[in-house]
């Protein structure tokens, strides 16, 4: 079965970056448009960065334009997302999603995947 496992996150000061990977199994990887979302507690699930299934295509939420960039590497069935500039906003816990799609799509319920999510936390 599909299985997308995240990692990289962690407890950071403001201002620091973390990188955060996908590994991705059970699925053809480079079929798949893929998204990072997180959700903060007591908050609703929010998209964070979507990627075409080339590469070719991206974008990003408002809030992390600039300081975030999703990338991936179809060789290695691995997604990225490098976080610069964090800040106490962001912490959440950071999932990534999969669907068998050339197009980008922001809408959790458009992702048939997800991974368990890694925790990031930036501290003021």
């Known amino acids: 079965q599909v299985q997308l496992v995240e990692s990289g996150g962690g407890l950071v000061q403001a201002g620091d970056s973390l990188r955060l990977s996908c590994k991705a199994s059970g699925l053809i990887f480079s079929w798949s448009s893929m998204g990072w979302f997180r959700q903060a507690p007591g908050k609703e699930r929010e998209f964070v960065a979507a990627i075409a299934r080339n590469g070719g295509s991206t974008d990003y939420a408002d809030s992390v334009k600039g300081r975030f960039t999703i990338s991936r590497d179809n060789a290695k069935n691995t997604l990225y997302l490098q976080m610069n500039s964090l800040q106490p906003e962001d912490t959440a816990v950071y999932s990534c999603?999969?669907?068998?799609?050339?197009?980008?799509?922001?809408?959790?319920?458009?992702?048939?995947?997800w991974g368990q999510g890694t925790q990031v936390t930036v501290s003021s």
């Open positions: 999603a999969a669907r068998y799609s050339p197009t980008i799509a922001t809408n959790p319920v458009d992702f048939a995947s």
